[in-house]
């Protein structure tokens, strides 16, 4: 399996302009994560998904902040408007319940918003 | 609630034995893991340990944990320059997909 697909895997884009992040997750794990990197704050979970499903939103900073996940195999990840303090690094993550819930990981999304 | 601590950076000598320390605060976690974050790169799962478990030993990596202390070690034997990385901490409840609470990382700086 090629492992968590991300996309794009840099962007750099001006405050007030939509980002769109997008994930694929191994094919089979039927759990699917957001989360957010950055220096000040570690890595923190935004939201979660199970069978497409979001269980867990929580960690959502705020209304410009929203995530999909129209299929099995995508999600999205949509920052509207971007602000600078969006500047992170964002991982997807998915598991499967099958193999001991344990989370694997794409290789992020460096975002910069200027 | 829910905190993890690491500290920030640990420096070895090559071929030294280097020990990670964490500690967690929610003794209903379910599964604690080890991740290792190389430069520019994304989280790799280096191993994970059952909270009923005290000990997992994997080649080169051995983690304890201590439950009634809450902490939780990760021992690399003979560190190499490839093992140079910052290594996370994460804990898991009630069920390990439930999402992750990472620690802030652990730089570990290898010498010559």
């Known amino acids: 399996d090629a492992g968590v697909i991300q996309s794009p895997r840099h962007e750099v884009t001006e405050m007030g302009q939509e980002v769109t992040l997008r994930c694929k997750p191994i094919s089979g794990h039927d759990y699917l994560f957001w989360y957010r990197q950055t220096m000040m704050r570690g890595l923190e979970l935004l939201i979660y998904?199970?069978?497409?499903?979001?269980?867990?939103d929580s960690g959502m900073p705020e209304d410009r902040f929203s995530a999909k996940m129209p299929n099995a195999s995508f999600s999205t990840l949509k920052i509207q408007p971007s602000e600078p303090r969006d500047s992170a690094v964002y991982f997807c993550?998915?598991?499967?319940?099958?193999?001991?819930?344990?989370?694997?990981f794409g290789p992020g999304t460096r975002l910069l918003v200027l | 609630g829910e905190d993890v601590e690491q500290s920030l950076f640990l420096s070895v000598r090559e071929g030294d034995s280097s020990v990670i320390n964490c500690t967690y605060t929610?003794?209903?976690?379910?599964?604690l893991y080890w991740y290792k974050q190389e430069p520019g790169a994304g989280l790799q799962l280096l191993t994970y340990i059952f909270s009923n478990m005290d000990m997992k030993q994997d080649q080169r990596l051995t983690v304890l944990l201590n439950k009634k202390d809450k902490h939780l070690s990760l021992r690399i034997a003979d560190t190499q320059t490839g093992d140079s990385a910052i290594y996370f901490c994460?804990?898991?409840?009630?069920?390990?997909?439930?999402?992750?609470?990472f620690g802030k990382g652990t730089h570990l700086i290898i010498q010559p």
């Open positions: 998904f199970n069978n497409n499903v979001p269980i867990d």
């Open positions: 993550a998915s598991a499967a319940e099958t193999s001991g819930e344990t989370q694997y």
């Open positions: 929610d003794s209903s976690s379910t599964y």
């Open positions: 994460a804990e898991s409840f009630p069920r390990g997909a439930d999402g992750l609470t």
